[in-house]
């Protein structure tokens, strides 16, 4: 089902992003992880694109599987990285053939870290939205980031550019993760300003682990609220006091996030399924 048709509901969205993993075990892992996580009914799930190897091919696989097999609306990530137009295309008609009807159109980042256009590629996400477009009627959701993306020179330019992704034909904007609600509420008044009414569905990482997540922070460019940083480093020693508050913080998080209307809460879940369980249980329980 596309995407328009769930946000047509009003109702917030709950979905999960996985990502292929490298090997059967992780296969294994993850559709025990899928399992778990199904019985919260998510309104969909996303599938990421990896920056190069064997993974790549993965997605197309692993999203088709979801969507036929497990019965889980899907959404497949898909990037510039390394790909010409004709290749892109290719990949857009597997997916297309195999039930797909959402696309999160990026550009991606590529190994190294320095971008560079592939020849006969695009340069930037607003080019591959009207290339998907023009391919197949797929749904197409588009990256935002409240913190700014880290590579751009302004932050009102970065939404220009974000407008320039809606204008393409984006119909969502899922965010990056962040960890202060003021982010995501002044980025949301901004599009607003801009001119953007699509749905903003907040990205919400639960932190398990605090080393995993400032390696995260300092790839992605989130930052972590002081009094927060200074409570994990404070439990460090102790992985589940770590947990109980990376899982506390996030449920008032995505509480607050649904108090002030948001469109729909995205949990990245590392193909793991038990703080976003709880989150999801502890936000239904609070809210009936
Ligand atoms: C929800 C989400 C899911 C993600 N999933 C994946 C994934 O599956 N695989 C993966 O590899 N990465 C993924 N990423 C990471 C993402 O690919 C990187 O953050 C990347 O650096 C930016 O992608 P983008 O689509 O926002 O790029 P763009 O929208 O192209 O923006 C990149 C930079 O270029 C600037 N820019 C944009 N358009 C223009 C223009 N027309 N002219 C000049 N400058 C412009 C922007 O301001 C920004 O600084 C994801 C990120 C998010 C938030």
Redesign the pocket.
Known sequence: MRLDQVFASGKPTISFEFFPPKTEEGFSSLYQTIEELKPLNPSYVSV????GGSTRTRTVELAGRIQNQIGINTVA?L?C?GHTADEIGQILDQLWDQGIRNI??????PQGGVWTKTDGGFD???ELVRYVRSRHDFFIA????PEG?P??LNRI??LE?LK??IDAGAGAI???LFFDNNDFHRFRDDCQRMGITVPIVA?IMPITNVAQIKRFVTM?GAKIPMPLLRKLEKLESDPQAVYEAGVDYATNQCQDLLFHDVSGL?FYTLNKSKATTQIVQRLKRRTV
């Open positions: 990421t694109y990896g920056a990530h990037t990285v999160l159109a990026l550009r991606g980042d930037h996400a607003d588009v990256a935002g980031f993306h590579q751009c330019r970065d550019h320039g992704k899922v965010t990056q990205g992605c995205h």
